[in-house]
């Protein structure tokens, strides 16, 4: 009788390991395009508004902005889609992105002991950074206005964290990003556009 009830309880545990060995990940979240079409639109007096990227990703390590579910380059495109609006003139409107990276950094462990071995530790940061220049340039190809804005953001991530989680991280810290560049560009267009904004 005990015999058997061992050999119970141990094919017991065999098809509950089975069991949660068969359990599928969680899916992959999905994430929504970074748009500005909430906010309302730059209007500037120029024809034409030209965007161009001279940020080129390299697509390798410790380089991770390729990854992110929106990676800074394509929310820096949107952010001129949707807000730059030519108004009418004869000058033309250049938004040249300059930079759109982002850097992935290992961080050294603080508590190598037995402590930090039952320690949730943070195990990278990341480092991001949107650059960008926009110019207003005549019919002669001269810039006759220009402003430049930069922002950074920095986030670390603990060892424990999921894809899942860190996608929602990139994510979130792509957002963050854009409202930083978008206050700071909106707020040097109308200080310096003197004549071209509208």
């Known amino acids: 009788m005990r015999l058997g009830f061992v050999r119970f309880i141990l094919v017991t545990l065999a098809l509950t ?4 060995g ?3 990940p969680p899916p992959r ?3 929504a395009d970074i748009r500005f079409t909430g906010e309302p639109p730059i209007r500037l007096a120029v024809g034409a508004v030209d965007v161009q990227s001279d940020f080129k990703p390299s697509f390798q390590s410790p380089h991770v902005e390729h990854l992110f579910p929106v990676p800074p380059q394509r929310a820096l495109e949107n952010w001129a889609h949707d807000r730059l ?5 004869g000058a033309r409107a250049r938004f040249v992105i300059r930079d759109a990276s982002v850097v992935e950094v290992d961080l050294k462990k603080k508590d190598e002991g037995l402590t930090g071995a039952f320690t949730d530790q943070p195990a990278q940061r990341y480092d991001a950074t949107v650059a960008a220049t ?3 340039v005549d019919d002669h190809g001269m810039a006759v206005r220009t402003v430049s804005v930069k ?3 920095s986030q670390s991530v603990l060892e424990s964290i999921t894809p899942n989680d860190r ?3 990139w994510y979130e810290m792509t957002k963050a990003l854009m409202a930083d560049f978008d206050q700071q560009m909106s ?4 200080a310096h556009f003197g004549g071209y904004f509208q």
Do not use: D, V, W, Y
């Open 134 to 136: 926009l110019e207003i």
């Open 187 to 190: 707020h040097e267009i109308s």
């Open 29 to 31: 979240p999905t994430f």
């Open 85 to 89: 609006q030519a108004a009418g003139g």
């Open 17 to 20: 390991g089975a069991l949660a």
């Open 167 to 169: 996608e929602k991280t």
């Open 151 to 153: 922002a950074s953001r």
């Open 22 to 24: 068969c359990e599928s």
